[in-house]
């Protein structure tokens, strides 16, 4: 069996954005000379998410609005209770919450086996400093 480990490095300068990673990942798919098995990307942040979804900017924007309107920024202590403890960043907790830890991608003939459009994302919820998200390559 065969693995590689690698990290991304991030630093957002929006609050909130979308970064397409999916090169970063398919580099580290053929670094690891895995034909067949999996790919795991996961946010090292609790204020960050990785997901797959198509790479479009008004899909991105539509994004962005409804997470904002379902967890607004209000850096407050009133909103969310998280902000008592001296915080600013209750909403990017529910926005990564909202949008996922992680993916799981299925290596075949030693590519990401994705569907049509797919490509993977890391979403930033409080950027603005240095985070990361893990590549964890497994397979023969």
Request: hydrophobic letters at 35%.
């Amino acid at each position: 069996m065969r693995s590689l480990t690698r990290y991304l490095t991030f630093n957002v300068p929006q609050r909130m954005d979308f970064v397409n990673i999916t090169r970063d990942v398919e580099d580290a798919v053929r670094a690891s000379g895995v034909q067949e098995g999996l790919c795991l990307v996961n946010a090292m942040h609790i204020t960050a998410s990785v997901f797959i979804n198509d790479d479009e900017p008004g899909l991105h924007e539509d994004y962005k609005r409804w997470l904002e309107q379902l967890a607004p920024f209000d850096p407050s202590p009133t909103r969310y209770r998280h902000n008592r403890s001296g915080e600013d960043n209750g909403d990017a907790h529910h926005k990564r919450q909202i949008m996922g830890r992680e993916v799981v991608v299925a290596i075949t003939g030693g590519r990401l086996d994705f569907g049509p459009w797919e490509q993977i994302f890391y979403g930033e919820f409080d950027g603005r400093r240095p985070k990361r998200a893990l590549v964890k390559i497994i397979g023969e």
